[in-house]
C-alpha cells in the first residue's frame, strides 16, 4: 500500500513538473505574425503580436515569453520583435521601422517618407527612434535600465545610446545635421543640430557630437 501511494505521488509531481516546463516552453516559444495586405493579428501562452499593413509594404511582429509585438504599415517595412516579458511597437509611412525589446524593455521605432527609425531596449529599459522625413536616420539604444530617445525629422542623423541607469536624447531637423548623444553610468547627454550640447556626467560619462558642438 505504501509503495503503491508513494508510486502515485511520484507520479503526480512528474505530471505537475512536466506540465510546468511545457507552460514555460510554450511561453518561450515565438509568437510570430507576418502581413503583406491587412491585419493579422495572434494571441497565444502570454504572447501577443499584430501585423498590419494598411496599403503596401511588409510588416513583421515576434512575441515570446509573456510580450507584446505589434508592426504598423502604410506602405515601406516594419519589424517587431519583443522578448522576455517586454514590449515593442514598429511603424512605417513610406520608410523602415525597426523595435527591438529584451528583458521587460520597451521598444518603439517609426520610419516615414523613406526614413529610417531603430530602437533597441535590454534588461528593464526604454528606447525610441522616430525617423519622419526626408529620409533621415534616428537610432536609439538603451541597455541596462536606461532610456534613449532619437528624433529625425529631415535628411539628417540622430544617435542616442544610454547604458547602465542613464538618459541620453538626441534630435536632429536640419538637411546634413547630426546629433550623437553617449551616456553611461548613471550621466544624461542631450545632443541636438539647432541648439548647444548638454552633458551632466554625474558619476558616469555623458558625450555629445553634433553640427552644433560638441561636450565636454
Excluded at 517595412?77 to 520597451?106: C, I, L
Excluded at 525617423?131 to 539604444?141: E, K, R, Y
Aim: with cysteine.
Amino acid at each position: 500500500m505504501i509503495h503503491s501511494r508513494n508510486s502515485a505521488l511520484f507520479a503526480l509531481v512528474c505530471a505537475l513538473l512536466f506540465s510546468l516546463t511545457a507552460g514555460t516552453a510554450d511561453a518561450a516559444k515565438a509568437l510570430k505574425c507576418v502581413s503583406t495586405s491587412g491585419d493579422v493579428p495572434k494571441s497565444a501562452n502570454g504572447n501577443n503580436c499584430d501585423a498590419n499593413v494598411h496599403t503596401t509594404g511588409k510588416a513583421k511582429a515576434s512575441a515570446s515569453g509573456g510580450s507584446n509585438a505589434s508592426a504598423d504599415v502604410t506602405g515601406g517595412s516594419a519589424t517587431a520583435v519583443a522578448t522576455k516579458g517586454s514590449n515593442s511597437t514598429a511603424e512605417a509611412n513610406g520608410g523602415s521601422g525597426k523595435a527591438t525589446a529584451d528583458g521587460g524593455s520597451n521598444a518603439s521605432a517609426e520610419g516615414d517618407n523613406a526614413s529610417t527609425g531603430t530602437a533597441i531596449a535590454t534588461k528593464g529599459s526604454n528606447a525610441s527612434a522616430f525617423a519622419t522625413n526626408g529620409g533621415g536616420v534616428a537610432n536609439g539604444t538603451a541597455k541596462n535600465g536606461s532610456d534613449a530617445i532619437a528624433t529625425s525629422s529631415a535628411l539628417c542623423s540622430a544617435q542616442a545610446t544610454a547604458k547602465h541607469n542613464s538618459s541620453a536624447e538626441a534630435t536632429c531637423s536640419t538637411a546634413a545635421g547630426f546629433a550623437d548623444a553617449t551616456a553611461t553610468n548613471g550621466g544624461f547627454a542631450s545632443a541636438s543640430d539647432t541648439s548647444p550640447p548638454i552633458c551632466t556626467p554625474g558619476s558616469g560619462t555623458a558625450k555629445v557630437h553634433s553640427s552644433m558642438g560638441n561636450c565636454p
